[in-house]
Structure formats: structure tokens, C-alpha cells
């Protein structure tokens, strides 16, 4: 069975960096346009509060344009109100409109029929030393999803973990933190959105990651790109990380992970649309890939503890 395919509708839309603009401003119509021309993307993970301007048009775009909603994205590093944090933030009136965002996100997931929002805590965290009280901190971050995840017990809550960026060391910084802060948190509809590319970043072998996470049922969704695990580059999945890539989908089909595939690929300097069509084809390969690895009984072999054996058969599927 193959996995449903989904873009974030922020890479539709204008792309910039400190040093130069590389995509152009686009309404939410010419997002889902782009989108359309898309092979294979059926879903979009739709991002609040931008995308919810005008709550009336996105509904009748996703039907217009025959799209599912895979997540809604809670935003909370853009606005300038977040920039000293959010639900981690000292001030109690900054946790509180922070809980306030995300039980609306949570309200407008189950409207939309997709029950996850997924959000990465990027301004929360710290860039020197003695910047912040980390045991309050972490406290603050733990007691305010708690909330938010009894607010709604229909909804999921998926907390993206990223090393750094915007924050030199951001709070939930790897899988182990984002395994332990969901046990912190107590709530069965608290999880993990692993995004591949940070896992790379952070230096983890992603199927580890995917298997730690998917075996204690914290794994709730997944994003694909790829880097040179320096930096968070976005790039397409499995160009550069690619036998790092056929382990990882053969970890997907291993754990029985069903949910949304979805892209978070940066097309700076690329046509959006052939980006996100190469990412699809991309993962198609490597589940081609990994479909025949499990019918030469890859996990038999890789039992036997004989890695020259287990090469030689990537290999001779590689070859085939």
C-alpha cells in the first residue's frame, strides 16, 4: 500500500532567507493551483493563522481543488509576539494566547476533517548561555500542551522536534527529548511529527528514530526532505541521503505507518512544481525499492548479523 502524498502550503508561497527572496507572494488560490499540477499530491498541510484569513474561501478551495487537509500547521515563530517563545515563555500572557492558538488550530483540524495539528516550538529554546530558566521552561512547555491535549481528546497534538533554527538550541531538539516530553506530557493524543531532514541534522539514523518513536505509539506523522546534515536544507528526499532513505521506508512498512507522506522541500531556486513532482517519484522509487527488499526477505537476512550478506543483497536490488 502506498502512503498518501501532501505539500505544506507554506513552500507554495514566497520563499526567503537573510540574503535574498527566491519565490514570489502568492494567494491561497495560486498555492492550490501550483499544488494541483502536482502528481500525486492528493492532501495539503494547510498553516494557521495564515491560511485562515478567510476560514469560508479555504474550505470551498479544498473542495474546489478536490484536496485533503494531511495537518494544520500551528505557526508559532512568525509573528513577532513569539520571538522570546511560546508556550516556554516567561510571560504568562505569551503561554496564554500561545494555548489559545492552538486549541483554535485544534477546532479548525476537526472541521477540516483531518483531527492532527502539527507544530514545531522553533522560538522556543535559547541562543546563550544563562538566557533562560530551562526547568521553568520545560515546565511551562510540558503544563501547556497538557491543557491544549485535554481541550480536545479528538484531536491530535504532533510536536515537531528540530535541533536549532530560528533559536540556536531549541527546547525539543531531537527524538529522545520528543519521546520524553510526550511521556511528560501524559496524554495519548500527544505525538511526534519526525521530519527526516532533522533528524539528519541532529545526527540520528532516522529508521531508529521512526523505530523508537512508531514502537511506543508517538509517531503521528512524517515529513521527508533531505540535506548534507549540516543544516536543515529541505532538499529533495533521497538525493543526498539515499541508502539512509531505503532503510527508512522500509521502516515505514515494518511499523505499519499509514498516514500522510507529507513534503517539506524548499524549491528556492527550482520550479515549485517540479520539485514537489520529483519528491513524489522520488519516494515511489524507494518504495519500489524497499517493496522488493521485503521479498528477498531483507529483515531475515539482516537477522543473520552478516552485513556482507545483507549489502550484497541491497546491492543486487539496486542492480535489478
Not at 182 to 206: S, Y
Amino acid at each position: 500500500m502506498r502512503p498518501k502524498y501532501a505539500i505544506i502550503t507554506g513552500f507554495l508561497g514566497k520563499l526567503s532567507d537573510r540574503f535574498a527572496e527566491y519565490q514570489p507572494a502568492r494567494s491561497l488560490e495560486e498555492k492550490f493551483e501550483l499544488a494541483k499540477k502536482v502528481h500525486q499530491c492528493s492532501g495539503l498541510e494547510v498553516i494557521y493563522p495564515s491560511d485562515f484569513k478567510d476560514p469560508v474561501l479555504l474550505k470551498k478551495l479544498l473542495k474546489d481543488y478536490n484536496f485533503q487537509v494531511s495537518s494544520v500547521n500551528l505557526n508559532v515563530k512568525a509573528e513577532e509576539k513569539w520571538r522570546f517563545g511560546s508556550f516556554s515563555s516567561p510571560d504568562k500572557k505569551t503561554r496564554e494566547e500561545a494555548i489559545k492558538y492552538m486549541k483554535t488550530a485544534m477546532d479548525f483540524a476537526y472541521e477540516l476533517g483531518c483531527n492532527l495539528v502539527t507544530c514545531a516550538l522553533l522560538n522556543d529554546g535559547n541562543d546563550y548561555p544563562f538566557e533562560i530558566n530551562y526547568i521553568n521552561a520545560w515546565n511551562y512547555t510540558v503544563e501547556s500542551i497538557r491543557e491544549c491535549a485535554d481541550y480536545r481528546k479528538d484531536v491530535k497534538i504532533s510536536i515537531e522536534y528540530k535541533l536549532c533554527e530560528p533559536r540556536m538550541h531549541v527546547i525539543i531538539g531531537n527524538a529522545g527529548e520528543a519521546a520524553y516530553f510526550c511521556e511528560k506530557v501524559g496524554r495519548d493524543n500527544v505525538g511526534v511529527t519526525l521530519d527526516v531532514g532533522h533528524a539528519f541534522q541532529a545526527l540520528e539514523v532516522p529508521s531508529k528514530s521512526l523505530s523508537i518513536l512508531g514502537s511506543t505509539g508517538r509517531l503521528f506523522y512524517v515529513h521527508i526532505n533531505d540535506n548534507y546534515r549540516n543544516w536543515d536544507w529541505d532538499m529533495i528526499p533521497g538525493t543526498i541521503n539515499f541508502w539512509d532513505y531505503i532503510e527508512f521506508v522500509l521502516y515505514l512498512k515494518k511499523i505499519g505507518y499509514n498516514s500522510w507522506i507529507t513534503a517539506d522541500v524548499f524549491p528556492q531556486r527550482l520550479d515549485p512544481v517540479k520539485v514537489f513532482t520529483k519528491t513524489f517519484e522520488w519516494m515511489d522509487f524507494l518504495y519500489d525499492l524497499a517493496d522488493e527488499l521485503e521479498k528477498r526477505n531483507i529483515f531475515e537476512t539482516i537477522e543473520k548479523g552478516d552485513i556482507s550478506e545483507t549489502l550484497s543483497l541491497v546491492k543486487s536490488v539496486i542492480k535489478s
